[in-house]
């Protein structure tokens, strides 16, 4: 079965610098999320889109931007890029028929060093 | 707000054991409820879940009750295998957009 598809899966940055992270949802997914993990640590929500709107947003930086595209891929744009953004970045996909409540199913994730 | 409390580890234990990992929330309303496992350098997948009280998730082995008058979701296994070494987060959602707030994991070793 297809499964979410993110890109790149490892990217190196160095500090001030911008970053772009893609996400391909599981097909006839119209919802995507995106979760920050940084080492040693539980995921964080970072922020999430339904229908190409966002639907929600959790503790993502004003650095940092989003956004779903009409095929439902989503990029996450990192600006400005700090040590502390060093993590393993994932995207989640989940139909949004049960009002939230569906299984949100991840990808392999990014992990992006900043040096 | 929502939040969930996972025993912490790391938890060593040999093959063929049984494993236990206590899970407890907080919550407003009424969550989800479910367990992903990661593996050594992989992403999160979804383990078991269940969505209201007294389900029961359960998937290769593994079995977890929704439980709502002790608002815990424990994770077993009757006999562990190596393979089952990872980390296992428990992780609830209440929103209606279906934000995940996860445990902070815990890390399951098994020895031959």
């Known amino acids: 079965a297809a499964g979410v598809i993110q890109s790149p899966r490892h990217l190196i940055k160095e500090k001030r610098e911008t970053a772009t992270l893609k996400c391909y949802p599981i097909?006839?997914?119209?919802?995507v999320y995106w979760y920050q993990q940084g080492p040693g640590q539980d995921p964080q929500f970072l922020i999430s889109?339904?229908?190409?709107?966002?639907?929600d947003k959790g503790s993502i930086p004003d650095r940092f931007s989003a956004q779903q595209f009409s095929d439902y891929h989503s990029e996450l744009n990192m600006s400005s890029l700090e040590l502390g953004d060093s993590a393993l970045y994932f995207c989640?996909?989940?139909?949004?028929?049960?009002?939230?409540?569906?299984?949100?199913?991840f990808g392999p994730g990014t992990r992006l060093l900043v040096l | 707000g929502n939040s969930v409390t996972q025993m912490e580890g790391p938890v060593t234990l040999s093959e063929e054991a049984f494993l236990t990992i206590n899970c407890t929330y907080t919550?407003?309303?009424?969550?989800?409820l479910f367990w992903y496992v990661q593996y050594p350098g992989e992403g999160l997948q979804l383990l078991l879940k269940?969505?209201?009280?007294?389900d029961k998730g359960s998937n290769k082995g593994f079995e977890a009750t929704y439980r709502k008058e002790t608002t815990s979701f424990h994770l077993e296994k009757g006999s562990v295998q190596v393979s089952d070494s990872a980390v296992y987060f428990c992780?609830?959602?209440?929103?209606?957009?279906?934000?995940?707030?996860f445990g902070a994991g815990t890390q399951v070793v098994v020895t031959p």
């Open positions: 989640a996909s989940s139909s949004g028929l049960a009002g939230g409540k569906e299984t949100q199913y």
């Open positions: 097909p006839r997914h119209d919802t």
């Open positions: 889109f339904y229908e190409k709107m966002q639907s």
């Open positions: 919550a407003t309303g009424y969550p989800s």
């Open positions: 269940a969505t209201k009280a007294d």
């Open positions: 992780a609830l959602t209440t929103d209606s957009w279906g934000k995940l707030q």
